[in-house]
């Protein structure tokens, strides 16, 4: 099998171009999306083999990506154990009865591989059809789950999450540890059925203090990337407004830091330290702009992560909804094109 460029660069090589993903590359910006989930709720398509495989493949075929995320969302593995919950359109993850107390944590059982069954086949499917492009499977870490689950859905401030934290943190640790061993076995399965990287997202990691983080966070993330340690897949560590956090979220154990737009990527090395390779940061907006602007901008990207060992180059979070496709395509080449050394 050919080396892929995204997998040396989780390695800290440079390969012969600047890989690229984006982070929701499935989704709403693409009009084939829109048409095969016309008729289809989220929740359900994330547990149709036919829809998984089909819309996992829809940014690759048009872009030309060096990696697919298998389309799926953080909330699945919750749902495939039972956890009444929805995904509600314009909003995200809704729960029916949100976790607050030591008696509900038994609903927070196990994940076993007939869960997901319909999901693994999918996984399954997709590396066939991917051939040499590597699949990344994923899932959501600790602290963000655990967001949705204690308020019920999503949060700006994450009051009644913090509230639990500080006031009963045995229950706290108690939470975090059920979800990191559903978050490692559903990595586990990925893994085994044939992802070739994976990516840990604490999307709202950065409503944290560095220290409330590791005392309250980082253990329960080091479990899950711990759990897929022996499979030797690249293990990609990301959240939003992680800036202060970087260094303690590589210190989690990851092979790669997902870096949001706020931080330049020769800054963040520096807080990440020269054994980790970076992932991002071109801020979703950009793309509005001129294409000349989005090259301006992308190449600043490209040239400040160089400091790191290796470089993936990404949006510093998920590709926005009413984003061109074309100026998408547009920026891939401009990566591919953009000269390494
Ligand atoms: O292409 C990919 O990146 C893979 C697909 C993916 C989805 N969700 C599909 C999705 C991934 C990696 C996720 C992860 C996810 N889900 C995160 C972490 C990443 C991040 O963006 O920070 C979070 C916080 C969620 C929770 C969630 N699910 C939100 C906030 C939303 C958006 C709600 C809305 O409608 O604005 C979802 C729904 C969701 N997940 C959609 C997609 C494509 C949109 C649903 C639709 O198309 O109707």
Same mark, same amino acid.
């Given at each position: ?114 869960? /997901?069954?319909?999901?693994? =086949? $999918? &996984?399954? %499917?997709? @590396?066939?059809? !991917? *051939? ?84 309250? /966070?980082?253990?329960?993330? =080091? $479990? &899950?990337? %711990?759990? @897929?340690?022996? !499979? *030797? ?93 074309? %100026? ?14």
């Amino acid at each position: 099998m050919p080396a892929s460029p995204f997998l040396q660069a989780c390695r800290g090589e440079r390969p012969a171009h600047t890989p690229v993903w984006f982070m929701r590359q499935a989704g709403r910006s693409l009009p084939e999306y829109r048409a095969v989930r016309a008729e289809v709720p989220m929740l359900e398509s994330c547990f149709r083999t036919d829809l998984v495989v089909e819309i996992t493949m829809q940014p690759v075929r048009r872009y030309g990506v060096d990696a697919a995320i298998f389309f799926s969302d953080i909330v699945v593995p919750l749902k495939a154990i039972g956890v009444d919950l929805d995904i509600v359109p314009g909003t995200g993850p809704v729960v029916a009865e949100p976790i607050r107390s030591a008696e509900q944590l038994t609903a927070l059982r196990d994940l076993e591989p007939d869960d /997901v069954g319909t999901i693994t =086949a $999918a &996984v399954e %499917a997709l @590396v066939d059809e !991917l *051939g040499d492009t590597p699949l990344i499977g994923f899932a959501g870490a600790p602290f963000t789950l655990a967001s949705y689950l204690i308020e019920g859905g999503p949060s700006r401030d994450h009051r009644r999450t913090k509230q639990l934290m500080y006031s009963d943190p045995d229950l706290w640790h108690a939470l975090l540890g059920r979800i990191a061993r559903i978050g490692g076995q559903f990595l586990r399965l990925q893994v085994q059925h044939g992802a070739r990287a994976i990516q840990l997202f604490d999307s709202w990691a950065g409503a944290l203090s560095l220290e409330e983080y590791q005392t309250f /966070v980082q253990p329960h993330s =080091a $479990a &899950v990337l %711990a759990e @897929v340690a022996d !499979l *030797g897949v690249p293990r990609i560590h990301f959240g939003v407004g992680t800036g202060e956090l970087l260094g303690a979220m590589g210190e989690a154990g990851a092979d790669v830091v997902g870096v949001d737009w706020r931080v330049p990527l020769d800054a963040a090395t520096r807080r990440i330290g020269p054994e980790r390779a970076v992932q991002g940061n071109l801020d979703p907006t950009v793309v509005f702009a001129p294409t000349e602007v989005v090259h301006e901008r992308a190449a600043r990207v490209i040239e400040a992560g160089k400091a790191a060992p290796g470089h993936i180059f990404n949006l510093g979070h998920g590709v926005l909804p009413d984003t061109d496709p074309d %100026a998408l395509a547009r920026l891939v080449d401009f990566v591919h094109e953009y000269p390494v050394g």
